[in-house]
């Protein structure tokens, strides 16, 4: 049976554009259309669909409002369209904020065009959202669950005890549902967290400065988008520049960052988890703590090994916490990961490990 779609747009060429490409998969049915907000809550009473795409810059209702509503009456798996600008950057943030799950960049020439890898990129992420079991409403904490049975044995938090051991860095990757979850761990660790931190989250170029912004403001600890030059320091976090790759360099007592543009056809993610966690295994050897959170693919699974292997202590999110258990579930698979925890408890725990207690 395939699953059921609602396209949301007040512009009929995408909203036609839109449900053809999604038609090409059979295991994908655009049930409806709406042209606004109003028009989008009310079909998703009424339908019940696995799926909205939304628009978010709407008349009578804009998009992030509509998930809102939606989120209240008729929990959907929602995936957003935006402008690749600060505006739009910030919109999404937004909508991710008020429950979406996802976003694309709303790139007319690729959608309009026989663009085979667009339409396939935008297939692919519907199917990964209409596979989750049930959509529960999301707030600015991320407390949002999938109720699904877990596939992999999760850690009993309530036995994870602090080891002994002494770290000099956090990094943590994710990609789909990365930006709540993101908020939803950092938010969670003190002014005084002892540690640097690398974040590197799948986000476009446009995307990253709203977002470290965004973190920065609502964390007790500093968050800034990594620039090259910039020096690793305790209760600070980098974010990967979006479209580019972070690298470490110097050694573990005087480390810097170096942001890298990057034309390689051979590395699908800029940034990518694999290239920053490597870089973090030659300088940190195994003084670091690594986290896997909620994404698509297995960006993250050779990077985390080659930590692990150097006696590094290696996270993942959850099953049933994740928006899409693909990058957790690659690591965790692989024996890698030490612990699978859910999201709302990993920032205190990183916290206890990292202090010792």
């Known amino acids: 049976m395939a699953y059921r779609v609602l ?21 994908i049915d655009v049930v409806s259309v709406a042209v606004d907000g109003i028009d989008a809550v009310k079909q998703a009473i009424a339908l019940k669909p696995d ?32 402008s690749l600008t600060h505006q739009g950057a910030k919109a999404t943030l937004n909508a991710l904020e008020a429950g979406a799950l ?17 339409g ?23 407390n949002s669950r999938e109720i699904s049975k877990p596939k992999i044995a999760q850690t009993s938090v309530k036995h994870l005890k602090a080891t ?17 979850a993101l908020q ?6 003190p002014s005084n967290f002892p540690l ?48 580019q790759q972070m690298i470490i360099n110097g050694t573990n007592y005087a480390s810097k960052l170096q942001i890298l543009e990057d034309n390689s056809t051979k590395i699908t993610y800029k940034p990518s988890v694999d290239v920053t966690f490597g870089s973090a295994a030659k300088i940190f050897n195994g003084d670091v703590l690594a986290i896997i959170l909620t994404g698509m693919g297995a960006d993250g699974r050779e990077g985390a090994r080659m930590l692990k ?22 690591v965790t698979v692989a024996g890698i990961t030490d612990h699978s925890l859910p999201l709302h408890q990993i920032g205190d725990l990183i916290t206890k490990e990292v202090t010792n207690g």
């Open 309 to 330: 292997n150097n006696g590094a202590t290696i996270w993942a999110q959850d099953e049933e916490s994740c928006v899409v258990y693909g990058m957790p579930q690659a």
């Open 196 to 243: 640097p931190i690398l974040l590197i989250q799948h986000m476009p170029a446009a995307f990253t400065p709203a977002f470290a912004k965004r973190l920065d403001t609502l964390c007790n600890i500093s968050v800034k988008e990594a620039e090259s030059g910039d020096t690793l320091q305790p209760g600070c976090a980098y974010l990967a520049p979006g479209g």
């Open 120 to 142: 396939k990129l935008l297939r692919e992420r519907v199917l990964q959202l209409a596979r989750k079991k049930t959509v529960n409403p999301i707030n600015a904490l991320g």
């Open 102 to 118: 996802d976003f694309l960049p709303k790139k007319f020439s690729e959608i309009a065009g026989n663009n085979d890898d667009a």
């Open 7 to 27: 396209v949301v747009d007040d512009s009929s060429f995408f909203r036609r554009r839109l449900s053809d490409i999604l038609n090409k998969e059979s295991e």
């Open 51 to 82: 799926v909205i795409t939304m628009d978010i810059e709407m008349p009578k209702l804009d998009g992030i409002e509509a998930v809102k509503e939606i989120m209240a009456k008729a929990p959907t798996a929602i995936l957003m369209f935006s």
């Open 164 to 180: 002994s051991k002494k770290y000099k860095l956090l990094v943590i990757g994710t990609s789909t549902g990365g930006p709540v």
């Open 184 to 189: 939803t761990v950092l938010s969670k660790l």
